[in-house]
């Protein structure tokens, strides 16, 4: 079998078994499907004459890049598809020359054409039934993602849920919490959130009340020219309620917004959103969000099907 190419080295982790730190390279990718009349799906594979192989869109991150934008581009530049994440699938991990290689991979929606880049290796692409794709692929991990990527019921809506960037320091401010505003901090990670907004392609943004929450979307809003709409049910408590009574309000927001089956950006806060997940997941589990992190929710109707850390 021919090796996967290599891809230049993006960071270092921890080697469990040594404890020293061991060279990453990091990649990303996609299984991009597109409807058929017939009401099934066929994927994306892409060839490339250097290795003589098929395999599914991929490449490294550029310095700095998350992951998800990393794969939108290189579906977009090898598959020349303009694709929507859904579901984060099985990262994969082999080792190459001596160096180990992670791939993360979603499943995407081909939404339209464009992006690709002729100076790529790839100099042909194939649409297939899944069934036919795990048949061609060069390389079994390729296969194991596309079966992980068969085994899902359909997304019907995705949601990407963040909370609000940093707004220093609660005690530091001396008006009213819910005017406290991002700082120099929250406002760059308020900028490093559009674009990963912006790729699930929503058609609203929605924000708890507080003006931190309303700036952390103010530049996804610039770029994608939508307005900001304000609802209470994304709120931490206030005086008289209790944070399991605003998680599951923010639950119930967040299911009605996915039964619509329109895609979503929604900024809340950090007493509400792990509670909120935990019913919508339905088990317990580390839902702790960071200051400008977030999550990306994909719903088939009204119930989650997979919540992916950002």
């Known amino acids: 079998m021919v090796?996967?190419?290599?891809?230049?080295?993006?960071?270092?982790?921890?080697?469990?078994?040594?404890?020293?730190?061991?060279a990453v390279i990091r990649a990303a990718g996609g299984v991009v499907w597109r409807p058929v009349p017939d009401g099934s799906v066929q994927v994306c594979l892409?060839?490339?004459?250097?290795?003589?192989?098929?395999?599914?869109?991929?490449?490294?991150?550029e310095p700095g890049e998350h992951p998800l934008l990393a794969a939108a581009r290189e579906v977009a530049e090898e598959a020349d598809a303009q694709a929507v994440p859904q579901?984060?699938?099985?990262?994969?991990?082999?080792?190459s020359e001596g160096l180990l290689k992670t791939v993360d991979y979603w499943s995407m929606r081909a939404v339209g054409t464009g992006g690709f880049q002729p100076g790529t290796e790839v100099d042909?692409?194939?649409?297939?039934?899944?069934?036919?794709?795990?048949a061609l692929v060069s390389y079994p991990h390729d296969a194991q993602v596309l079966a992980a990527f068969?085994?899902?019921?359909?997304?019907?809506?995705?949601?990407?849920?963040?909370?609000?960037?940093?707004?220093?320091?609660?005690?530091?401010?001396?008006?009213?919490?819910?005017?406290?505003?991002?700082?120099?901090?929250?406002?760059?990670?308020?900028h490093a959130?559009?674009?990963?907004?912006?790729?699930?392609?929503?058609?609203?943004?929605?924000?708890?009340?507080?003006?931190r929450c309303v700036q952390t979307l103010d530049p996804a809003a610039a770029l994608l020219d939508l307005p900001i709409e304000i609802r209470g049910d994304l709120d931490e408590p206030r005086a008289g309620q209790q944070t399991d009574e605003c998680a599951l309000a923010a639950a119930a927001a967040l299911t009605a917004l996915a039964a619509q089956g329109e895609p979503v950006a929604a900024c809340s806060q950090g007493k509400v959103i792990p509670g909120a997940l935990e019913r919508l997941?339905?088990?317990?589990?580390?839902?702790?969000?960071?200051?400008?992190?977030?999550?990306?929710?994909?719903?088939?109707?009204?119930?989650l099907l997979a919540a992916d850390r950002l």
């Open 3 to 22: 090796n996967e190419e290599d891809l230049a080295v993006a960071g270092r982790r921890q080697d469990p078994h040594t404890g020293s730190g061991v």
């Open 46 to 61: 892409v060839h490339r004459p250097r290795y003589g192989d098929w395999t599914l869109p991929k490449g490294k991150l």
């Open 87 to 95: 579901v984060r699938l099985p990262s994969v991990q082999y080792r």
């Open 124 to 134: 042909d692409m194939r649409w297939l039934d899944v069934d036919d794709a795990v």
């Open 150 to 190: 068969a085994a899902l019921p359909p997304a019907t809506a995705a949601i990407l849920l963040v909370r609000h960037g940093h707004a220093g320091e609660r005690l530091g401010w001396s008006g009213p919490d819910t005017g406290r505003p991002l700082d120099a901090r929250g406002w760059s990670q308020a």
């Open 193 to 211: 959130l559009a674009p990963l907004i912006a790729l699930i392609r929503p058609t609203r943004l929605i924000s708890a009340s507080p003006r």
């Open 281 to 303: 997941v339905g088990q317990p589990g580390d839902y702790a969000t960071g200051k400008g992190g977030g999550w990306l929710l994909a719903f088939t109707g009204d119930r």
